[in-house]
């Protein structure tokens, strides 16, 4: 059983603005292969000022779809043509209080109903420019179309890499098989082969740092971010650099500060842009752990 | 609400009292290991033996020793294909069918990315084999067929028998995933060439976590678990006592109701069937009803979506469950409704009413009730429907832009 949220539920169960509005004058029509669900939602548009007057949907598909439906049309009733356009498929479903993530593309297709409803009121032709593909992560909903076409665009050869990218795998791990299938099978496109053992491959062309360079650069890079903690009255410093972990100590505010893994990242994120390669930033407990 | 109208069996069953009664006692007093010399042990061992017995009986099966006790139907599916690959390793290729459990088709997918030829034979849009299809790929390259007993979404029956003899005499090992026959349709092993079976507890009344791989003497084996010499080395692991003594209970049961779900269940299924027929335009029943277990029904209601059927029969505490991708969390709808050939705006709409003998005559009428303002109700909110009836040419009528 889905875990569907008390509003999901109030909508699939009594469906606002359900059946086709009488007088439409805007008609979008779009599906979801991923799902069987299709929408056509229809508006009543005023044409002097572009306010949607009515709003109305039919759906074919299971409760998230309908919900979303009727969540969509309840969301533009009363906004400009403009203001519509600006609704996104988070909109609808913070509206709903969360989809579960194999239900987002409710939300998505909700949104593309309305692009199409508002191109075909202007006289234009909506096009769709977004694929979807099978769920890989679960965690963060990230799906296979997007993992792939990310590995491309970034020449991407790791599962960690595709972690740091889309955050797929970043969460429970269980996608991990089938983030490697995807490398797998676009790496053998590019006459490559995955290697789970792999390290990532340099990101910036240029010459390879001997060790005492890289960790000049290392300690570079967080020297020039000290200021900013410290300014918080937080500090961090430099304890070692193994392979690709790079290990600090948090201290003075940072200590027990909740925002300490996200100052790590941030501090990660310097450091790979000034080294051209990927490490990972971790605190020098995590190293006691490993030993 | 009260407890609510049940026809998922094909998904789980109820525990029947009388299972839950003896399998008490080996949470309790009767707790020892069955491997152990002294009394507490034994106590236990003998519960098995008594088990063992019972199970062998309702599959009719020539020896004690062929039952071996799994945690679960997967575990049977696997062991037995896993076994056959790796006692004949000259052998690379494998019979099943489109329409299989994921316990056996997952597995197969795998095997076939590690090198495996997978022959998946297909069926027509009543979901029957074409035997001919399946002699033309019997040859000693194969290592096992594996081919259901009962499909668990159509509940349509394979001819399993006739399809073991045909292994047989061509030197093919045949392993059969009976999970849903189990206790419904009868089975008499020893007058078949059927090398394995895998059924699991919970479907006949028995408690999840258990489940058996019927294994022929001289069935050349290997195990999937390898340990302690518990079921003769063939499954080691210490035993799940209390399930196993309620596993045989419940095939006890199975064999005393055999005869009333050949009569009064299915008396009640096609009452279901025809009432729902009648009184609900544009649905239709998916694969071969004249060849099928006889709990199951499976009904296509076209232009709506399966989860929103289930949602709303929920609401009135109705429990069935359907095809649609949307249930599942897959991308797809049932692989069994597709390979039939079932028109997408139907797939989708697919419920499956199975059920068992807790139900009654009184929960069948509150469902044939029920059933129809629930379709009408969706069906006014599908872009496929018009005022009475779906729109003339509604794939031309209503032709979205897909994603």
């Known amino acids: 059983m889905w875990d569907y949220s008390d509003k999901v539920k109030e909508h699939f169960f009594s469906p606002r603005n359900a059946g086709a509005v009488t007088g439409a004058n805007a008609v979008g029509e779009v599906g979801s292969l991923s799902c069987g669900d299709a929408l056509r939602l229809t508006l009543r548009v005023d044409p002097e000022t572009q306010i949607i007057k009515d709003a109305g949907f039919q759906t074919f598909g299971c409760g998230s779809a309908i919900a979303s439906s009727s969540a969509l049309t309840e969301i533009v009733k009363g906004m400009t043509l403009d203001q519509a356009l600006t609704v996104s498929n988070q909109d609808i479903a913070d509206f709903l209080d969360g989809l579960p993530p194999e239900k987002m593309h409710c939300s ?8 199409a409803a508002v191109a075909n009121y202007r006289g234009e032709v909506w096009k769709d420019d977004h694929e979807e593909g099978a769920l890989i992560c679960k965690c963060f909903a990230v799906d296979a179309v997007m993992i792939e076409e990310t590995i491309r665009a970034n020449a991407l050869s790791t599962v960690e890499d595709v972690t740091n990218y889309t955050k797929a795998g970043g969460g429970c791990s269980a996608c991990h098989e089938g983030v490697e299938e995807i490398l797998t099978r676009v790496l053998k496109e590019q006459g490559r082969v995955f290697d789970p053992t792999g390290a990532a491959p340099v990101l910036a062309k240029g010459k390879k740092l001997s060790n005492l360079q890289r960790i000049r650069r290392i300690e570079g890079a967080i020297e020039a971010i000290r200021p900013n903690l410290q300014r918080d009255r937080g500090d961090v410093e430099l304890v070692e ?32 842009e000034d080294l051209g390669e990927f490490v990972r930033v971790l605190p020098a407990s995590a190293m006691q752990h490993r030993a | ?29 009767q707790f020892g290991n069955p491997s152990s010399m002294h009394q507490f042990g034994n ?7 008594q088990a063992r017995a019972q199970v062998q009986t309702l599959l009719g099966a020539e020896h004690d020793s062929e039952i071996v006790f799994t945690s679960c139907g997967t575990e049977s599916d696997s062991t037995a294909i896993l076994s056959a690959l790796r006692a004949q390793p000259e052998r690379k290729e494998i019979i099943t069918t489109v ?17 495996y030829k997978i022959h998946r034979l297909k069926v027509d849009s009543r979901g029957r084999l074409d035997i001919h299809e399946y002699m033309d790929l019997l040859s000693d390259r194969v290592a096992i067929v594996s081919a259901m007993w009962a499909n668990n979404e159509s509940g349509t029956l394979f001819p399993v028998e006739e399809m073991a003899d045909l292994a047989r005499s061509a030197g093919v090992m045949f392993h059969t995933d009976a999970v849903q026959a189990v206790g419904k349709v009868p089975i008499n092993l020893k007058d078949t060439c ?90 239709f029943v998916t694969g071969d009803p004249n060849n099928r277990l006889p709990n199951t029904c499976n009904i296509a209601f076209e232009y709506i979506e399966g989860e929103a059927i289930l949602l709303l029969l929920n609401k009135q505490g109705i429990a069935a469950s359907s095809g649609s991708a949307c249930t599942s969390g897959s991308l797809e709808p049932s692989h069994v409704m597709r390979a039939m050939g079932i028109p997408f705006t139907a797939a989708h709409g697919t419920v499956r009413f199975s059920l068992s003998r807790y139900n009654t005559m009184d929960e069948v009428d509150q469902v044939i009730r029920a059933v129809p303002p629930i379709v009408a109700q969706l069906r006014k909110l599908s872009p496929y429907w018009g005022e009475n009836g779906p729109v003339t040419d509604p794939e031309r009528a209503f032709a979205p832009a897909y994603a």
Do not use: W
Not at chain 2, 3 to 23: C, E, H, K, R
């Open chain 2, 43 to 49: 106590r236990v061992g003998l519960a098995l033996k």
């Open chain 2, 99 to 115: 329409v299989e459990h994921a316990a056996v088709l997952a597995l197969c997918e795998q095997l076939e990315k590690e090198g």
């Open chain 1, 241 to 272: 650099v193994d392979g690709k972990n790079v290990y600090v100590n948090m201290t003075g505010a940072c200590v027990g500060c909740q925002m300490a893994s996200t100052t790590l990242d941030g501090i990660q994120q310097r450091i790979v």
């Open chain 2, 194 to 283: 059927i090398d394995m079976l895998s059924l699991s507890g919970h479907k006949l009344h028995a408690p999840k976590g258990v489940g058996v791989l019927y294994l022929r003497r001289n069935t050349r084996f290997r195990p999937l678990l390898r340990g302690g010499h518990q079921e003769r080395g063939r499954r080691a692991g210490t035993e799940n006592t209390a399930s196993i003594v309620a596993l045989g209970k419940a095939c006890e049961e199975a064999m005393q109701h055999m005869e009333y779900e050949k009569t009064a269940v299915r008396r009640m299924r096609d009452r279901l069937e025809r009432g729902i027929l009648a009184a609900v335009p544009h649905c």
């Open chain 2, 1 to 29: 609400m009260t407890q609510g109208i049940y026809l998922d069996n094909n998904a789980t069953t109820m525990v029947s009292p009388a299972v839950v009664a003896v399998m008490l006692p080996f949470f309790t007093e």
């Open chain 1, 108 to 115: 998505v297709m909700g949104r593309e109903a309305l692009q």
